[in-house]
């Protein structure tokens, strides 16, 4: 390989990384409601494709979606029995009970 192959490849390489850097400087700059839209829209296609997302600590309770209200993210989480239900009487101070 000679040196004008190189100097080639070394500039792809220096481009590709300035567009690593564009996308993540956009997405760093966008609003929180807007992260917050494509994060569910994440989740929807998992939950389409079979996948859900569990607590670390809790494996029965599953994440169902985030939320922006007030200038605060709050995410949707239920316990479900093992049929994959929300459990019968489960309300919310007894779900976030620790």
């Known amino acids: 390989m000679n040196r004008k192959q190189q100097r080639a490849i070394q500039q792809r390489k220096t481009k590709e990384l300035n567009l690593s850097q564009q996308k993540?400087?956009?997405?760093?700059?966008?609003p929180i409601a807007t992260l917050i839209a494509g994060i569910n829209n994440n989740l929807g296609i998992l939950w389409k494709r079979g996948i859900?997302?569990?607590?670390?600590?809790?494996?029965e309770r599953k994440l169902y979606g985030?939320?922006?209200y007030n200038g605060r993210a709050y995410f949707l989480a239920a316990d479900l029995d093992k049929s994959g239900q929300i459990k019968e009487g489960a309300n919310e101070s007894e779900r976030y009970k620790e």
């Open 52 to 59: 859900s997302i569990s607590d670390w600590d809790k494996k």
């Open 24 to 30: 993540q400087e956009i997405l760093e700059n966008l």
């Open 66 to 68: 985030l939320k922006v």
